[in-house]
């Protein structure tokens, strides 16, 4: 039984001053593996003030200095891949598809961001004016449970990379990943104070940080409901935001796509992460007059989907986080019936022979209306829609009928065609017949999926302010 009790405060692993518990569960069996005791208003008051104390001095360290303190960071979190993908098996019951990708990409992380920094200059001549880029400030960041580890890490180096100091809240769900991760961070002997991990309710801690005029720079990830409210808090004291939200991205399947290529990948993009992940492809779009091959092959494919826990390697899909999560995606996959979709396969409960553990079986509706709420709504589960569409214009018209815009997918083979349909897609991702993630490339969204973007270049420039000076 995990007994979590500390926070990371100015450099040190310190006890929260509020007492308030919360319970951490195997998601996989349903059983409880520990307890973290949550830190509350002063302790993140206390974050920030080691935030701002340690800013001042750490902004003006130089370019390689920041480079070297990256590259250290990047050195103590590759050291323990083994115990930090553990972790997130047992916490999150992530399958070892998703682990296999998500724990070298969070210490890859500093990695990419030294070499952003390496090319970046700072300064830069526009006229008469010298224009130097510098940080805008201590920064708060708030991160979920669905890639705990990938998320702190991302934000954390590129707040070095900036010359900014950061406090940041991870979710209390993920409380053991946190602590492992933390005790990596410690050993690259950054300077006190420049990173602050404090465990807490968003309603608390997220809370206090959203507002707190100290904070000058906020950086969210998660649904668009918190989102909202975050930014509403924010305004107050005109912070400088990103908000990386919620989604329901379009996996459209082109006319001329080779199904035997095309269906596998399409149910990976919609699968990701257990289904829990806003860039999920959540809406398969295809063509009318193959509408009926599509979903042959949808059905047969997904049997090689197998739902199970992190110890079986085969499993691709695992448990939802949590009891409230399970019963969110329950409900859709039971208003998606009643909404008049047919149900191609899956549907209510667990799939057989798991008799525990909070898995939901991989469900796919067909006959959707895009005006239907699982066609509408971010389910964050294993939950698909197929919508039929008659020609590419109808394509493009339905799969931007939505609030949101994060990331969307094409399947084809006709390369130009797709490079075209991609420039008419309201989104801030277009992803082509499942290339690979390209960690330098902005992430973010349009509409209700965010504000701002996240990566290399432009997420670095996201913590920095332009500020010219004229001679």
């Known amino acids: 039984m995990y007994d979590i009790d500390k926070i990371y405060i100015d450099g040190q692993f310190v006890t929260p001053r509020a007492t308030e518990t919360a319970d951490l569960h195997n998601p996989s069996t349903e059983e409880k593996i520990g307890t973290v005791r949550l830190g509350g208003v002063e302790d993140a008051r206390e974050a920030v003030a080691a935030a701002k104390r340690a800013f001042p001095s750490f902004s003006r360290t130089t370019k390689r200095e920041r480079i070297d303190m990256l590259k250290r960071l990047n050195v103590t979190v590759a050291a323990r891949v083994s115990d930090l993908t553990e972790a997130m098996a047992l916490e999150y019951g992530a399958p070892q598809t998703f682990t296999r990708f998500a724990i070298p990409h969070a210490a890859s992380s500093f990695l990419t961001m030294a070499n952003v920094l390496e090319d970046y200059d ?8 010298r224009v130097v880029m ?22 954390l180096a ?8 950061i406090v940041i809240k991870p979710s209390e769900m993920s409380a053991l990943q946190t602590q492992i991760l933390t005790d ?9 104070g420049v990173f602050n991990i404090v465990n807490g309710f968003g309603n608390v801690v997220g809370a206090e940080l ?7 720079k906020l950086t969210f990830t998660g649904s668009t409901a918190v989102g909202r409210e975050i930014l509403r808090n924010a305004a107050d004291t005109f912070k400088r935001v990103t908000l990386e939200l919620g989604g329901k991205g379009p996996n459209i399947i082109l006319d001329d796509a080779d199904l035997d290529v095309t269906i596998p990948a ?12 806003c860039i999920a492809g959540t809406r398969i779009l295809a063509p009318k007059h193959r509408l009926e091959e599509v979903l042959a092959r949808l059905k047969q494919e997904i049997e090689a989907f197998k739902v199970g826990s992190p110890d079986d390697p085969d499993a691709v899909i695992g448990p939802m986080v949590s009891q409230k999560q399970y019963d969110r995606v329950q409900s859709y996959i039971e208003l998606g019936t009643r909404e008049g979709a047919d149900l191609l396969t899956g549907g209510l409960g667990r799939p057989a022979g798991l008799d525990r553990g909070w898995f939901t079986k991989p469900t796919i509706f067909a006959n959707v209306d895009n005006q239907m709420r699982i066609a509408r709504e971010e389910i964050f589960g294993p939950v698909l829609s197929v919508i039929a569409y008659s020609d590419d214009d109808e394509a493009v018209l339905i799969a931007n009928d939505t609030s949101y815009g994060l990331q969307s997918y094409l399947h084809g083979t006709d390369a130009a065609r797709m490079q075209e349909l991609a420039d008419r897609l309201d989104s801030g991702r277009v992803v082509i017949n499942g290339a690979p993630h390209e960690p330098l490339a902005p992430f973010g969204g349009f509409k209700h999926s965010g504000i701002g973007r996240e990566y290399g270049v432009f997420g670095l420039e996201a913590f920095l302010e332009p500020k010219a000076i004229i001679a």
């Open 266 to 277: 399409v149910l990976r993009m919609g699968f990701v992460n257990s289904g829990q992940a």
């Open 210 to 216: 959203s507002k707190h005029p100290d904070i000058a």
């Open 134 to 155: 510098r940080p805008s400030g201590v920064a708060a960041a708030i991160t979920p449970w669905n890639s705990n580890i990938s998320f702190i890490t991302s934000k």
């Open 122 to 129: 700072f300064e830069r001549q526009m006229g008469r004016a």
């Open 158 to 165: 590129t707040a070095i990379a900036a010359g900014s100091t």
């Open 184 to 192: 990596c961070l410690h050993e690259a002997g950054l300077p006190n």
